[in-house]
T-cell receptor, first 112, second 111 residues
Framework: AQSVTQPDIHITVSEGASLELRCNYS??????LFWYVQSPGQGLQLLLK??????LVQGIKGFEAEFKRSQSSFNLRKPSVHWSDAAEYFC??????????FGTGTKLQVIP | NAGVTQTPKFRVLKTGQSMTLLCAQD?????MYWYRQDPGMGLRLIHY???????AKGEVPDGYNVSRLKKQNFLLGLESAAPSQTSVYFC??????????FGAGTRLSVL
């Protein structure tokens, strides 16, 4: 069965600083990969996805993620964090057509 | 432009009571899902459906039942609520590409 690991439960960054959230997955082949964001009291919203092709994918709100097959990773990055980016971020994988597995999430705090 | 709508938004139950959570989507998605979200555990899949009239168990199905009688609706039932079912419940829908669209959630407390 596939699994997703987000090793950082909580991250604090200063506004304007760069951000990298880590995600590692365990699966035999290359799955579909996603990052979602959840603001307090809200449902999840898709930030970006990787299905195939270019391993650097761009998403909404200035986020990008890079798929590294050799490291089974799909880390999320943003060059300059804004206070409105404070939220919880979930990595997800889908090896087939039926089920998605979510990581346990990383809470991002942004300090002025 | 509703997307995925969950009702109710909040509910408090006593142990042993039953209730049904309703999820409705207007995007003509084939797939629908019910998740529960608990602190530190991410989202865990309860049940899902790949089409009208079909349902399947997810990671944590015990104590829940579901039905998908119409393509746009996916119901989650708790027959005899337990305190362990206190959680935030999310419904989502997607095409086969797995890009999921989420509802705003239902916050359930079981006393």
């Amino acid at each position: 069965a596939q699994s997703v690991t987000q090793p950082d439960i909580h991250i604090t960054v200063s506004e304007g600083a760069s951000l990298e959230l880590r995600c590692n997955y365990s699966y035999g082949a290359t799955p579909y990969l996603f990052w979602y964001v959840q603001s307090p009291g809200q449902g999840l919203q898709l930030l970006l996805k990787y299905f195939s092709g270019d391993t650097l994918v761009q998403g909404i709100k200035g986020f990008e993620a890079e798929f590294k097959r050799s490291q089974s990773s799909f880390n999320l990055r943003k060059p300059s964090v804004h206070w409105s980016d404070a939220a919880e971020y979930f990595c997800a994988v889908a090896p087939g057509y039926q089920k998605v597995t979510f990581g346990t999430g990383t809470k991002l705090q942004v300090i002025p | 432009n509703a997307g995925v709508t969950q009702t109710p938004k909040f509910r408090v139950l006593k142990t042993g009571q039953s209730m049904t959570l309703l999820c409705a989507q207007d995007m003509n998605h084939e797939y629908m899902y019910w998740y529960r979200q608990d602190p530190g555990m991410g989202l865990r899949l309860i049940h899902y459906s790949v089409g009208e009239g079909t349902t399947a168990k997810g990671e944590v199905p015990d104590g829940y039942n579901v039905s998908r009688l119409k393509k746009q609706n996916f119901l989650l039932g708790l027959e005899s609520a337990a305190p362990s079912q206190t959680s935030v419940y999310f419904c989502a829908s997607s095409y086969r590409d797995h890009i999921q669209y989420f509802g705003a959630g239902t916050r359930l407390s079981v006393l």
